[in-house]
């Protein structure tokens, strides 16, 4: 298990953010990732909102992976930390299948461009997501003194690359497409 310490935003303007993170850390790579997140047909995990369970297959050139995650909120459903499992798969496609078979029902897919930059104690990525748009996540790669410190550590890293975002109350690329699945505006939660 891997507990992710993250902020994720909604940036404005993507290249801005790409030119001040090579500034203050070093550029790694792009890669497509696809994401299809899974539900038991007992459970549906987006029948409630926010969803704090999620199961998915990563397609991703040379290094796919399943993986399970439990989230966790404050009482005020702001994001305190994640749980996640995962490992890698050498065929997603049978990954996929084998859900299938056992009664998992495919939900929601991401389909998103990932580039990746090193900056010290985290990992940040500059995510365009299709139908919905650029997002930056700043990732603690240790913990930097317990979850409430790391995240304020996460936040201030953000603040200080001096970019435009917004920060809506509850994020995650799932939920949000799942709201646009139903017709709901997004950019209003």
Request: charge should be positive.
């Amino acid at each position: 298990m891997n507990q992710e310490v993250e902020i994720q935003a909604i940036i404005k303007n993507p290249k801005e953010a790409e030119k001040k993170l090579k500034k203050v850390g070093k550029y790694l790579k792009a890669r497509k990732q696809v994401d299809k997140y899974f539900v038991p047909s007992n459970k549906d995990y987006f029948k409630i909102d926010p969803p704090v369970e999620y199961i998915r297959v990563r397609y991703e050139k040379d290094k796919s992976h399943i993986n399970y995650s439990f989230v966790r909120f404050d009482r005020n459903l702001k994001l305190v930390a994640a749980n996640e499992y995962e490992t890698l798969v050498g065929e997603p496609k049978m990954a996929e299948s084998m859900f299938q078979k056992i009664g998992l029902i495919p939900k929601v897919t991401v389909v998103k461009i990932r580039k990746y930059f090193d900056c010290d104690d985290f990992e940040v990525v500059l995510d365009q997501v299709k139908g919905l748009g650029n997002f930056i996540e700043v990732e603690a790669k240790k913990d930097l003194g317990g979850v409430k410190k790391t995240r304020q550590a996460c936040q201030k890293f953000l603040d200080d690359l001096n970019v435009k975002y917004e920060v809506l109350k509850l994020m995650g690329y799932p939920r949000l497409l799942h709201l646009k699945q139903k017709g709901i505006n997004w950019k209003k939660q």
